[in-house]
């Protein structure tokens, strides 16, 4: 199982990044997907999440209404529209699986496999 992230990088304050995560999942079609992230010092946290159908659809009050969470199971790819970003965004972003057909957690420890993380640096 290999999850992969990518598209982080450094942008101002109020500009855009799109995440993706391509996942090497058997059935990634059943499984649901997230996205975590760790600031320098402070614990990983819940950003959003997505059922495997795109059906149940989470985010943390933090980024509500400026990310949002997307999934292609034909691609078996998730990825995190971000917008209006703050330069308290700045942190490793972590996509991860977690092997359900119920609507995702937002704690990190359910998840089952984790990909290596992305930086985002967000200046002000």
């Known amino acids: 199982v290999q999850l992969q992230a990518s598209g982080g990088g450094a942008v101002q304050a109020g500009g855009s990044l799109r995440l993706s995560c391509a996942a090497s999942?058997?059935?990634?079609?059943?499984?649901?997907m997230g996205w975590f992230r760790q600031a320098s010092g402070k614990e990983r946290e819940f950003v959003a999440s997505?059922?495997?159908?795109?059906?149940?659809?989470d985010y943390a009050d933090s980024v509500k209404g400026r990310f949002t969470i997307s999934r292609d199971n034909a691609k078996n790819t998730v990825s995190l529209q971000m917008n209006n970003l703050k330069p308290e965004d700045t942190a490793i972003y972590y996509c991860?699986?977690?092997?359900?057909?119920?609507?995702?957690?937002?704690?990190?420890?359910?998840?089952?496999?984790w990909g290596q993380g992305t930086l985002v640096t967000v200046s002000s």
């Open positions: 999942l058997r059935r990634f079609g059943i499984t649901g």
């Open positions: 997505i059922d495997w159908s795109g059906t149940y659809i």
């Open positions: 991860a699986a977690e092997e359900t057909t119920a609507p995702p957690s937002s704690t990190a420890d359910d998840y089952d496999h």
